[in-house]
């Protein structure tokens, strides 16, 4: 069980770049997620994520050596579910579903994999701490960025734009 959670139903099996394919596994996730209720299921679907995640992280590593295995990567998941939030509220109040942002859906991607392959910061310290919180939070820290990011794209496109 905690085999499928980290590797997200074994999507942090493909090769090459498992973490790139767990990002992307992460947004139709998010799409059900958002099309079955909103913002509101996205956010109880991240929460959910994170607690699960935490814990088969912690059982999987628990007597490796390997404290980050490439192949976990619902952390992955963890972190673009929250870069997703904007993307997610913002289709909530223009009414629409997920992919009516699609701009969103791609800035929030790229976002994401920006600070988590470059760790800049609070995600490179994140990344260096040991055990199941390590592994979770650089990813949560990099969706937190990612979010901001999308954000900004978001005020910037509606400035700019229209």
Known sequence: MTRLITTFFYTGLLR???????????????????????????????????????????????????????????????????????????????????????????????AFRFFDILKPGPVGWADRQHGAMGVMADDAIAGGLASLIVVLAGVLYHLVLI
Do not use: K, N, R
């Open 16 to 110: 090459p770049a498992p973490g790139t394919w767990g990002s992307l596994a992460a947004i139709p996730a998010a799409w059900a997620l958002h099309a079955w209720g909103g913002f509101f299921a996205l956010l109880i679907g991240t929460i959910l994520v994170a607690g699960l995640g935490w814990w088969a992280t912690a059982v999987q590593i628990a007597d490796s050596e390997d404290q980050d295995p490439g192949e976990i990567v619902i952390d992955e998941v963890l972190g673009m579910f929250l870069a997703l939030w904007p993307v997610s509220y913002g289709a909530v109040m223009a009414g629409g579903g997920l992919f009516t942002l699609w701009p969103g859906v791609v800035t929030a991607f790229l």
